[in-house]
């Protein structure tokens, strides 16, 4: 996965969260807590399934909260659609 590939994955992951949470995209960095950002259950299904839409990618919502950050999250992504 390019740079540039994982920058667009971060960016739409990124507006995907600041919809489900009310908060400015401009506000979330790769280092926050989704949870800390509320991220809810239901969310984190919606954020998945629009992930997987956009980039054919199986992504199972558990995993969100697997991570301790969106940029963690957006790694895990971005390497399996390398692999």
Not at 18 to 42: P, V
Not at 47 to 74: K, M, N, S, Y
């Amino acid at each position: 996965m390019t740079d540039t590939s994982e920058s667009r994955l971060f960016s739409f992951l990124r507006e995907q969260v600041a919809q489900r949470t009310k908060t400015s995209a401009d506000q979330i960095r790769m280092d926050m807590s989704l949870s800390d950002l509320g991220l809810q259950s239901i969310d984190a299904v919606l954020v998945c399934g629009e992930v997987e839409d956009r980039f054919d990618v199986e992504v199972d919502p558990a995993e969100i909260f697997q991570h301790d950050t969106l940029g963690d999250f957006a790694r895990s992504i971005a390497d399996r659609m390398a692999a």
